[in-house]
């Protein structure tokens, strides 16, 4: 089993009102198998024979339906006081998942929930950075000023701002975006572990601060062209960017994720 770095996303899990549902669209997407105890409501996703996130069945309908990410850590109680100390909420204080190990959830200033994870006996993904597997997770806020001094007083990591270039027929306008290295490392895009983008005028109004989970497939348009077939829908269709082909799409009951097909695997 991996050890993860401190602060390192270690998880992902989905809150879906249908498991059974939820199931059979991401083991048709993804490939993806499952195991649960019976009568459990939640059931552990394998890809390849190797763990790599859960989906959970919502416990209150008033829940929303998505994906969330957790963070490493080796002192939860620590964190979840940095938490307060920086000005964000601990929305569930730290609580045993058995032998598993300890979970707390938490928001930033500007809203956008997260997790923590404490390992126990289960460290966290067991398989990332390859189809079918986690491989990136960021943060869109309308705050950005006050978002990224939070997450470095809290995790500790060190932001470098890039400029994600448009589109050259004009309809993606440049971006300008933040990505995140553990301490300890050399900041810059080769350590980077996560990001922060913005919320511009180009997204509803309403839209809140939120996390999106971005998973690695070797066929980014197959990929969009199953999730339709599927039930879900495309909400940013397929587009190459610095390190990649990606897409943003939502399943079958309305949860939003992220496709990468890696530059090394674009034709």
């Not at 009102?17 to 997407?29: H, I, N, P, T, V």
């Not at 019976?38 to 996130?53: K, Q, R, T, W």
Request: hydrophobic content about 45%; glycine content about 12%; proline content about 7%.
């Amino acid at each position: 089993m991996a050890v993860f770095a401190q602060s390192a996303p270690c998880w992902v899990d989905v809150q879906l009102s249908d498991l059974e549902a939820g199931k059979r669209f991401y083991g048709g997407l993804f490939g993806w198998t499952f195991h649960a105890g019976d009568g459990m409501p939640f059931a552990d996703a394998y890809s390849d024979g190797a763990l790599v996130a859960a989906l959970a069945a919502k416990q209150d309908g008033r829940m929303p339906t998505t994906w969330g990410v957790y963070f490493s850590t080796d002192d939860i109680l620590a964190t979840v006081a940095l938490i307060r100390e920086a000005g964000g909420q601990v929305i569930t204080d730290p609580v045993r998942a058995e032998r598993a190990g300890v979970l707390a959830q938490a928001a930033d200033p500007g809203g956008a929930v997260f997790g923590l994870w404490q390992a126990g006996d289960r460290p966290g993904f067991e398989k990332q950075n390859a189809p079918g597997a986690f491989c990136w997770t960021e943060v869109y806020t309308r705050q950005p000023e006050r978002v990224d001094a939070f997450y470095e007083q809290v995790f500790g990591f060190q932001g470098t701002d890039i400029e994600l270039p448009g589109s050259p027929d004009g309809a993606r306008e440049a971006e300008a975006f933040r990505v995140w290295s553990p301490a300890g490392t050399e900041p810059g895009e080769d350590t980077a572990i996560g990001g922060r983008a913005l919320i511009t005028d180009a997204f509803p109004e309403m839209m809140p601060s939120h996390f999106l989970t971005y998973f690695a497939v070797a066929d980014c348009v197959r990929t969009a062209e199953t999730a339709v077939r599927l039930g879900g829908r495309i909400t940013a269709p397929p587009m190459d960017i610095p390190y990649g082909r990606t897409a943003v799409l939502q399943d079958d009951q309305g949860a939003a994720f992220a496709v990468l097909q890696p530059t090394e695997l674009l034709p």
